[in-house]
């Protein structure tokens, strides 16, 4: 089965050394990008425009230089950036992921749209089922889940009853309880106020004049942070939160994303891996 990549041109012969030389200048740049994005991700929650101002034409630049080197392939690219294109539009259009995350995936898409030549997974599917950027955006969700992990760790290094835990939440379900657990723990509310990566995980509604603490489970990627915690913020006094507030650690999905690019080219497609895993393919 040929490479997706294409070490091809139309007479058939093959243009190693300009075609490597825009795989790495690809992979070069997009992890240039996607590391200062996620830095400046962890530090402020926010990513500057100007990274994308910069990325996103000399991925544009790359994308039209590779389809220019392999003519042949070039509606595989094609079909790679649109597709690309179109799921990071969407996951943003529902608030799955945030603008920073989309344009990353966009610029992704542009930039790499197969795998650069040259670099070899230690392990390999027999046939792919979505273009490169997808792999990335999808391996990165599947590291992401190692925070959930993480979160449930901390709850029950608590040692708190459960009874504790939920107290105010008396209500609640189980299944919700158990879906808290994992996304989101306890803080004091001045550390929900102080810490710009977490968001509240409940809200409060009031029934008979007496306020009533409900769990938040979802969360969109795009919400008003400041605006959320100032609809809790008026019953600070009330001692309300004496036992603490529910938070939800805002993922830095660009972290992720980063790494997920590391791990695709690396070790190989984990989804696709387990995928092939559970069908008994090799």
């Known amino acids: 089965m040929p490479q997706l990549g294409g070490q091809r041109s139309f007479d058939?012969?093959?243009?190693?050394t300009?075609?490597?030389?825009?795989?790495?200048?690809?992979?070069?740049?997009?992890?240039?990008?996607?590391?200062?994005a996620s830095?400046?991700?962890?530090?402020?929650?926010?990513?500057?425009?100007?990274?994308?101002?910069?990325?996103?034409?000399?991925?544009?630049?790359?994308?039209v230089a590779r389809i220019i080197e392999v003519p042949i392939d070039a509606p595989i690219f094609a079909v790679s950036a649109i597709a690309t294109v179109v799921v990071a539009f969407l996951l943003f259009q529902f608030g799955v992921m945030g603008g920073a995350?989309?344009?990353?995936?966009?610029c992704i898409g542009?930039?790499?749209?197969?795998?650069?030549?040259?670099?070899?997974?230690?392990?390999?599917?027999s046939f792919v089922l979505y273009p490169f950027p997808i792999a990335v955006l999808v391996n990165s969700f599947l590291l992401s889940i190692g925070m959930?992990?993480?979160?449930?760790?901390?709850?029950?290094?608590?040692?708190?009853?459960?009874?504790?835990?939920?107290?105010?939440?008396?209500?609640?379900?189980?299944l919700r309880k158990l879906m808290i657990l994992f996304t989101s723990y306890k803080t004091s509310f001045n550390m929900l106020e102080s810490r710009v990566y977490l968001f509240p995980a409940e809200q409060v509604e009031v029934s008979e004049t007496k306020p009533i603490r409900h769990f938040r489970i979802v969360s969109n990627a795009e919400e008003?942070?400041?605006?959320?915690?100032?609809?809790?913020?008026?019953?600070?006094?009330?001692?309300?939160?004496?036992?603490?507030?529910?938070?939800?650690?805002?993922?830095?999905?660009?972290?992720?994303?980063?790494?997920?690019?590391?791990?695709?080219?690396?070790?190989?497609?984990?989804?696709?891996?387990m995928f092939f895993k559970i069908v008994g393919a090799s």
């Open 101 to 106: 995350d989309s344009k990353a995936l966009m």
């Open 12 to 16: 058939g012969q093959v243009s190693s």
């Open 39 to 63: 830095i400046s991700d962890l530090k402020t929650r926010e990513v500057s425009d100007k990274v994308w101002l910069a990325y996103g034409p000399v991925a544009l630049v790359l994308f």
């Open 148 to 174: 959930a992990a993480f979160v449930l760790v901390k709850n029950l290094m608590q040692g708190a009853s459960a009874k504790g835990l939920f107290r105010g939440f008396e209500k609640e379900s189980i």
């Open 18 to 36: 300009t075609l490597a030389i825009i795989d790495w200048a690809s992979l070069g740049v997009s992890h240039a990008a996607l590391v200062v």
């Open 110 to 125: 542009l930039a790499l749209p197969v795998p650069p030549g040259g670099v070899s997974a230690l392990w390999q599917p």
């Open 224 to 273: 008003d942070r400041e605006k959320l915690i100032s609809n809790l913020e008026e019953y600070k006094d009330t001692g309300l939160y004496s036992d603490g507030v529910w938070v939800t650690p805002g993922l830095p999905h660009l972290v992720f994303v980063t790494a997920s690019l590391g791990v695709v080219l690396v070790i190989g497609d984990l989804l696709m891996w």
